[in-house]
């Protein structure tokens, strides 16, 4: 298998930028899920890695060879794609050896890897099937057999779940993940879909207008948010943001809200402007009998053992994630403290989080 690294990669079509000087580097081996929604620039991404699109300007290394200006073909890259692009006229065992057929390689290895791939997948019975008349769920294993089957240096998905329903794609979200680990593939993965990326990754690229926000594992791009848009794309329901107003210098540990004192995580350094956002993810609020926000009860949806209560404030309409043993009933005021700690502070004018030292002593920012 092999490392990726990109360098100052663009891509323009015309007056249109759809990926601006991007540079990462994916690990060999790792699950690298790409993740932001439609017309991000994430697919244009995919496609410049596997030679399906050549960059305005920039650079592809695969295992340490430049390959930017490589066909796909010269590449070593296997390529799933959304809607399967299987062969409706052949069987699945002639699909998935197709790649070994087209190389020349002797009928007994094409036949030994085909039936290797197919148990791996565990659709072996149904190798002399047409595909046509198959699920959903197993022209999808079709499709990953194909590529796999190749044993080629990278995998590269285009949303290859998008197609199944969401029971299904939960299966084979799971089903996924522990094929990467039988494999060892370096595996980059595009979806618009956050909880694949949660569930999947190793680490997570969030793209947005065509830009790279932040790279980090599932729980730091959670948790720890680069940006004002990463903390509201990821979670669901996905963080809730207080505007406040005032100057905020470094080594701050309040912030005012609608004329109250909110306890933040001391900032590491000033706002940028004289207006900002706290953002307070819904397991992170607290309901009280008084609270430094009080609000009205919108709504209650129970959830098994926890519940989510909407509640109407001066600063607008929050989600609350707490216990289903606490009683709120609709239309009832009740106050809402804030787990100090875990709160994250964004620039108004810049849309980025400001560096906030965390209670465990980490950075937040």
């Known amino acids: 298998m092999a490392e990726i690294r990109l360098e100052n990669l663009h891509k323009a079509f015309g007056d249109f930028t759809a990926v601006r000087e991007s540079s990462f580097t994916i690990a060999d081996g790792e699950f690298f899920v790409m993740l932001g929604p439609s017309g991000c620039g994430k697919t244009t991404t995919l496609r410049m890695?596997?030679?399906?699109?050549?960059?305005?300007?920039?650079?592809?290394?695969?295992?340490?060879?430049?390959?930017?200006?490589?066909?796909?073909?010269?590449r070593d890259i296997a390529f799933v794609f959304q809607l399967f692009a299987l062969y409706p006229h052949m069987t699945v065992r002639r699909n998935i050896s197709f790649p070994l057929r087209?190389?020349?390689?002797?009928?007994?290895?094409?036949?030994?890897?085909?039936?290797?791939?197919?148990?791996?997948?565990?659709?072996?019975?149904?190798?002399?099937?047409?595909?046509?008349?198959?699920?959903?769920?197993?022209?999808?294993?079709?499709?990953?057999?194909?590529?796999?089957?190749?044993?080629?240096?990278?995998?590269?998905?285009?949303?290859?779940?998008?197609?199944?329903?969401?029971?299904?794609?939960?299966?084979?979200?799971?089903?996924?993940?522990?094929?990467?680990?039988?494999?060892?593939?370096?595996?980059?993965?595009?979806?618009?879909?956050?909880?694949?990326?949660?569930?999947?990754?190793?680490?997570?690229?969030?793209?947005?207008?065509?830009?790279?926000?932040?790279?980090?594992?599932?729980?730091?791009?959670?948790?720890?948010?680069?940006?004002?848009f990463v903390a509201g794309f990821i979670g669901s329901p996905s963080m809730n943001f207080l505007p406040a107003k005032g100057g905020l210098p470094a080594g701050s540990r309040a912030i005012r809200v609608n004329g109250s004192e909110i306890a933040i995580p001391e900032t590491q350094a000033s706002l940028e402007s004289a207006e900002a956002f706290v953002g307070a993810r819904p397991e992170h609020i607290q309901i009280t009998g008084e609270g430094a926000l009080r609000g009205r009860v919108f709504g209650v949806e129970y959830m098994g053992a926890r519940q989510l209560v909407t509640v109407d404030t001066d600063v607008g309409r929050l989600r609350v994630r707490s216990p289903n043993t606490l009683r709120v009933n609709d239309g009832e005021t009740v106050g809402l403290d804030f787990m100090t700690e875990r709160l994250a502070v964004f620039d108004a004018a810049t849309d980025r989080a400001v560096p906030t030292l965390r209670a465990e002593g980490g950075l937040n920012g």
């Not at 659709?123 to 190749?150: K, N, P, S, W, Y």
């Open 102 to 228: 087209i190389a020349g390689l002797p009928r007994k290895e094409v036949r030994e890897r085909t039936e290797s791939v197919a148990k791996l997948l565990q659709i072996e019975h149904l190798l002399d099937r047409g595909v046509g008349g198959l699920a959903a769920g197993d022209r999808q294993r079709v499709a990953l057999g194909r590529a796999i089957v190749r044993r080629a240096k990278a995998f590269l998905m285009d949303e290859p779940l998008g197609a199944l329903d969401a029971e299904f794609r939960d299966v084979m979200c799971e089903e996924l993940r522990v094929l990467h680990n039988r494999i060892g593939a370096t595996t980059v993965y595009v979806t618009h879909d956050q909880v694949e990326a949660m569930s999947m990754a190793d680490r997570i690229c969030v793209m947005n207008h065509a830009e790279v926000l932040q790279i980090g594992s599932p729980l730091e791009v959670y948790d720890r948010p680069a940006t004002k």
């Open 49 to 74: 890695i596997a030679g399906l699109e050549l960059p305005t300007s920039g650079r592809i290394l695969l295992d340490g060879e430049d390959v930017t200006w490589n066909r796909a073909s010269a």
